[in-house]
């Protein structure tokens, strides 16, 4: 396996010394290490892979530096526009190197939202020209050098993108100092209590992560049947959105979006888009623990985002913060009465269970039984 500070350390003799990107989870060692050992000038946890490819675009034009820019593969989706219409060779022949977390690899369990985007990623590379190698944990320090130095020349030599595949369990450990929490509410808590306190008839579509992975459990705990959930079980930041094109046909019925903080900050352009919709049956819950917990638990900007004074002036009719279930307790009644569209924002811990499962069912199983809930007359 290779040391994540080791790798940092090459990284940077090979003169890469910016990095930015979304946090992943096979990437999640070495991206703890780049954020303990950089300083917040040389490292940037981004929002979206598009957004971060931009950024690293703007470390070439400004220092004639190769940037660094990490993902999920699932984040490739969102670096095509950038990559092709401005960092292309035939555009402006940015060189930069991509790190790529190898979710979904063919033939390596893995989660159904993972799947597909595995099996195509190294055509998606091909078909756009990107250049790259991939790295396990049989490859040696001497071998990754040479695969590094080899991208980087070219890179250079071509003004292209090229990238670096991560294979699962590639790096070592690395041990980060341990913080304490901000707020005492644990989102199995809130989402136990939400379980149970909300309308009959009410639709909830919950966003990537743990956050449904706990509903999921919670309703099999308390006997529920999960056919009133939509777990989005990928397709990060797009929670919301399913939640509006719902609502827009299911006008009768309550719908629900119970959002993530890294989620909703990675496609922020959709709170004005619920807030101008008016619609009175929407009722937007965002979880801010400050972190992308389901990949490491880097931290995001989420503590730092007035998103309730975001989401009042994008058009929401009211917001509420809460940082305690008691204080939910005290919301959720008008909350729930309430005409939309609404938005709740609830400070949580971090941390969850470690005997957490996943989801039983498929997510086309899920699906299915979602629909034919939602479509009874």
Same mark, same amino acid.
Not at 68 to 82: A, C, D, E, F
Not at 314 to 322: E, K
């Given at each position: 396996m290779i040391q994540p500070t080791d790798f940092l350390s090459d990284l940077k003799q090979h003169g890469i010394e910016f990095f930015t990107g979304v946090p992943d989870s096979l990437l999640k060692h070495f991206c703890a290490c780049v954020d303990e050992l950089e300083d917040a000038e040389n490292h940037v946890i981004n929002t979206n892979e598009g957004g971060a490819v931009a950024m690293a675009m703007g470390y070439h034009l400004a220092t004639g530096k190769i940037p660094m820019v990490y993902l999920q593969n699932s984040g490739l989706g969102n670096t095509i526009n950038p990559i092709l219409s401005l960092a292309d060779d035939a555009v402006y022949g940015i060189p930069m190197l991509l790190l790529i977390g190898w979710r979904g690899e063919p033939g390596v369990k893995d989660e159904p939202q993972h799947i597909t985007q595995g099996k195509v990623q190294n055509q998606l590379l091909d078909a756009m020209g990107i250049s790259y190698e991939i790295i396990d944990a049989k490859t040696s320090k001497e071998v990754c050098q040479a695969k590094m130095s080899g991208l980087l020349t070219y890179a250079k030599n071509n003004s292209k993108p090229v990238a670096l595949v991560v294979r699962k369990n590639t790096f070592e450990s690395f041990k980060t100092k341990v913080k304490s929490p901000l707020f005492e509410l644990k989102r199995e808590d809130f989402l136990t209590y939400i379980a149970q306190n909300l309308e009959e008839d009410a639709i909830i579509v919950s966003t990537t992560g743990k956050t449904s992975r706990e509903l999921f459990e919670i309703r099999k705990k308390l006997g529920h049947s999960n056919e009133k959930d939509f777990l989005t079980v990928g397709g990060m930041g797009? #929670?919301?959105? =399913?939640?509006?094109?719902?609502?827009?046909?299911? /006008?009768?019925? @309550?719908?629900?979006?119970? $959002?993530? $903080?890294? #989620? #909703?900050?990675?496609?922020?352009?959709?709170? @004005?888009? =619920?807030?101008?919709?008016?619609?009175?049956?929407? /009722?937007?819950?965002?979880?801010?623990?400050?972190?992308?917990?389901?990949?490491?638990?880097?931290?995001?900007?989420?503590?730092? =985002?007035?998103?309730?004074?975001?989401? !009042?002036?994008?058009?929401?009719?009211?917001?509420?913060? #809460?940082?305690?279930?008691? !204080?939910?307790?005290?919301?959720?009644? !008008?909350?729930?009465?309430?005409?939309?569209?609404l938005f709740l924002e609830v400070k949580l811990s971090l941390g969850s269970r470690d005997d957490l499962g996943r989801p039983t069912k498929t997510p086309m199983e899920n699906k299915r039984a979602f629909m034919e809930w939602v479509m009874k007359p």
């Amino acid at each position: 396996m290779i040391q994540p500070t080791d790798f940092l350390s090459d990284l940077k003799q090979h003169g890469i010394e910016f990095f930015t990107g979304v946090p992943d989870s096979l990437l999640k060692h070495f991206c703890a290490c780049v954020d303990e050992l950089e300083d917040a000038e040389n490292h940037v946890i981004n929002t979206n892979e598009g957004g971060a490819v931009a950024m690293a675009m703007g470390y070439h034009l400004a220092t004639g530096k190769i940037p660094m820019v990490y993902l999920q593969n699932s984040g490739l989706g969102n670096t095509i526009n950038p990559i092709l219409s401005l960092a292309d060779d035939a555009v402006y022949g940015i060189p930069m190197l991509l790190l790529i977390g190898w979710r979904g690899e063919p033939g390596v369990k893995d989660e159904p939202q993972h799947i597909t985007q595995g099996k195509v990623q190294n055509q998606l590379l091909d078909a756009m020209g990107i250049s790259y190698e991939i790295i396990d944990a049989k490859t040696s320090k001497e071998v990754c050098q040479a695969k590094m130095s080899g991208l980087l020349t070219y890179a250079k030599n071509n003004s292209k993108p090229v990238a670096l595949v991560v294979r699962k369990n590639t790096f070592e450990s690395f041990k980060t100092k341990v913080k304490s929490p901000l707020f005492e509410l644990k989102r199995e808590d809130f989402l136990t209590y939400i379980a149970q306190n909300l309308e009959e008839d009410a639709i909830i579509v919950s966003t990537t992560g743990k956050t449904s992975r706990e509903l999921f459990e919670i309703r099999k705990k308390l006997g529920h049947s999960n056919e009133k959930d939509f777990l989005t079980v990928g397709g990060m930041g797009h #929670a919301s959105q =399913i939640a509006l094109g719902i609502a827009k046909q299911k /006008k009768n019925r @309550p719908v629900y979006c119970i $959002d993530g $903080d890294g #989620a #909703a900050l990675m496609h922020m352009g959709s709170i @004005p888009l =619920i807030g101008q919709s008016k619609l009175t049956n929407y /009722k937007h819950i965002l979880l801010n623990n400050g972190a992308h917990e389901s990949v490491g638990g880097q931290p995001t900007m989420g503590f730092n =985002i007035g998103f309730s004074q975001l989401s !009042e002036l994008s058009g929401y009719n009211t917001a509420w913060i #809460a940082e305690s279930l008691d !204080e939910v307790t005290r919301i959720l009644p !008008e909350f729930k009465s309430g005409k939309g569209p609404l938005f709740l924002e609830v400070k949580l811990s971090l941390g969850s269970r470690d005997d957490l499962g996943r989801p039983t069912k498929t997510p086309m199983e899920n699906k299915r039984a979602f629909m034919e809930w939602v479509m009874k007359p």
